[in-house]
Structures are given as C-alpha cells and as structure tokens.
C-alpha cells in the first residue's frame, strides 16, 4: 500500500484508484476509516482518488503526539501528501469533518491547491449544527419503521449513555435519506474502529473561520441529514466568496451512496469547469 513519511516521522498511508487528473479525497468522523468514502459514487471512473488515511486512522500510524491529530496540525500532512506526489494544485474532496482540515489546507496553501468540494461539511472551523434545524429533519421520519428505535437510542446518548456499537447502529438511519439496503450495507463495512480519543484531539484547533477568497468551492449539503443538517453547508457557502451551494433534498450524510449519479454529475461538472 502506498505511503509517505509525515513531517513528524509518523507513517501515513494513502489508496489511489481511477484515472485522469488527481483528486485528493478526506474522510470524516474523526478517526473514520477512508475506505468507507469507496469510489465516492463512480468519481474514480473519471478522476484518480489519492484517498489519505489520516493519521490515527485506517492503515495509518498512530503518532506519538495526539495534539497533531487536530485538524488544523493534519492540514499539514494533505500538503506533506500533495508534495510527495509531486500534485500541482489538485482538487480535494472532503467529507463532513475532513472539510475542516480541507479548509485549513486551502486557508494555509492557497497556491497549491485547485477547486474544493466539500460534502456535507460539519462546519467552517469548529462543528456547527443547527440542533432545533436537526431536531425537525429527525422528527419528520418519525413514521418509518426504525424509528421508535433510533429515537430512543438517542434519548439514551443525551441521557449521557456510553457510545456503543448497539446504540449508534440504532442511531444510524436518522443520517440517511432513505434507510435502504445500499445504506445497510454502508454502515456495516467492517473498518477499523476510531481511536475513542480521535475527537477531542480532532477538534481541539477549533477556532474562527478563514474566508477562502481565492478557492472556488463547492458545498453539497443533504436536506435529509439528520447527523448534523443542513446549516453548517450553508453557514461554511456562506463564509467563502466563490463558493457554491447545493443541497440534494432526498440525501443524507452520504449523498455518494444514496444518488450517486447525480453526485457524479454535480462533483465532475463544479471540477470541469
């Protein structure tokens, strides 16, 4: 599998697939596996995907140092990757909180990187759901079938209940547009499981927004995300000057898996031109 060394001696790897010009491809969570992101709905059949595995994560090493795990210290390593690849100003994907580190890499290094696409981001330099917006989308799945059962998983995690596999199964489908076997088969991909300190030390940069005045930047929001909505993909358009917003209605948190054709379209159409 391909690999580099980071500036920090830890062992970072990456996958590629696909051909054509490079795309760099971030994954969420914190601390989810990148292999979950697959070929981000056909992308690779057009684009050669460099999927990083961040550090802490996936196949990559833990650092020694688990401030570097912040998303503001792994902007570091996108440019470590870019650099040895020897990219000139490629185009990064991200999802959810990988937006935050693509973000800080494009605030950071300008001129080496190409467009943006940020997809269902979970804000611009920290996480910032609407609770009342998140609030409604899940109460009007209230009547599916898996809902009693979400709904009280999620009573449980507020209640202050431990995170464990059994209750965030039950929470899963409320981060779907439609809880279908495409998106069963998604949630059990068997990856390696986040560090259980990845999200503190991920979002311990958080801080104050950057305007990326020079990245033209594409937001694809889900209006049926019912993990963080719809509002950090607005406030993070709202924030760059030449950014794009577009909000797939019947999607959630994964719009590559539920409408990968229209995804395809829209990613390839924002890069092409």
Do not use: N
């Not at 690999?3 to 830890?10: E, I, K, L, N, V």
């Not at 460099?50 to 401030?67: F, N, Q």
């Not at 560090?195 to 503190?200: A, G, L, V």
């Not at 104050?208 to 993070?236: H, K, M, Y």
Request: a negative charge; charged letters at 25%; glycine letters at 10%.
């Amino acid at each position: 599998m391909p690999h580099f060394t980071a500036y920090d001696g830890t062992l970072l790897h990456y996958d590629v697939s696909g051909a054509g010009p490079a795309l760099v491809a971030l994954a969420g969570g914190p601390g989810m596996d990148a292999r979950y992101l697959g070929t981000l709905g056909g992308l690779d059949g057009h684009r050669t995907l460099i999927t990083l595995h961040a550090r802490a994560t996936g196949r990559s090493e833990v650092p020694a140092d688990r401030a570097s795990c912040s998303f503001a210290a792994q902007a570091r390593d996108v440019d470590g990757l870019v650099r040895e690849l020897g990219l000139d100003r490629p185009d990064v994907l991200a999802h959810s909180a990988g937006a935050l580190t693509a973000q800080r890499y494009a605030a950071d290094a300008p001129d080496r990187v190409g467009r943006l696409v940020l997809v269902t981001p979970v804000g611009r330099a920290a996480r910032e759901p609407d609770d009342a917006e998140v609030a409604e989308i899940r109460a009007g799945r209230a009547g599916e079938d898996w809902y009693p059962r979400a709904a009280a998983a999620d009573e449980k995690l507020r209640a202050g209940a431990e995170p464990t596999a059994e209750l965030l199964a039950e929470l899963a489908p409320f981060s779907w547009g439609t809880w279908s076997e495409a998106a069963r088969r998604a949630v059990s991909q068997p990856l390696t499981a986040p560090q259980p300190w990845i999200r503190q030390a991920f979002y311990a940069s958080a801080g104050r927004p950057v305007p990326l005045a020079r990245t033209p930047v594409l937001v694809v929001a889900g209006g049926l995300d019912g993990l963080i909505g719809t509002t950090p993909a607005r406030l993070t358009a709202e924030c760059h000057p030449r950014a794009r917003l577009e909000v797939l209605d019947d999607c959630g948190h994964r719009p590559w898996v539920e409408a990968p054709e229209r995804f395809r379209r829209l990613v390839l159409d924002f890069l092409d031109h």
